[in-house]
């Protein structure tokens, strides 16, 4: 979707009602360095899906229905310092799930769903 412009370094998807992402939806966005996807109605993330985001800075996936997130989720995002996942329902969590990313500043709370 994004693949023609890989210069991008902003990307605002919050308040579209967006259930989905292809796993391929962010391929070759190197460059990109904060990704919005708040306020929409995602309920699952591809295990690859921030795959080619290696420059990703901020990550905002609040206030969506996330029930699950994979144990390498973030593997990739190693120059990651914010990420937000409140307002969402996640039961559990792998223990090791931020391991890597070692730049991490700021986490807005997870809460986990009952």
Do not use: T
């Amino acid at each position: 979707m994004f693949q023609s412009n890989k210069k991008i370094k902003f990307l605002h998807i919050d308040n579209n009602q967006l259930i989905s992402l292809d796993e391929h939806v962010f391929k070759n966005l190197k460059s990109l360095e904060h990704l919005f996807l708040d306020n929409n109605k995602i309920e699952f993330l591809e295990p690859e899906l921030f795959k080619d985001l290696i420059n990703l800075i901020i990550l905002e996936l609040g206030a969506n229905n996330i029930k699950y997130l994979h144990p390498n989720q973030f593997d990739h995002l190693e120059k990651l310092e914010v990420l937000f996942l409140y307002e969402n329902q996640i039961k559990d969590l792998d223990p090791g799930i931020f391991s890597k990313l070692s730049l991490l500043k700021y986490l807005r709370h997870v809460e986990y769903g009952s």
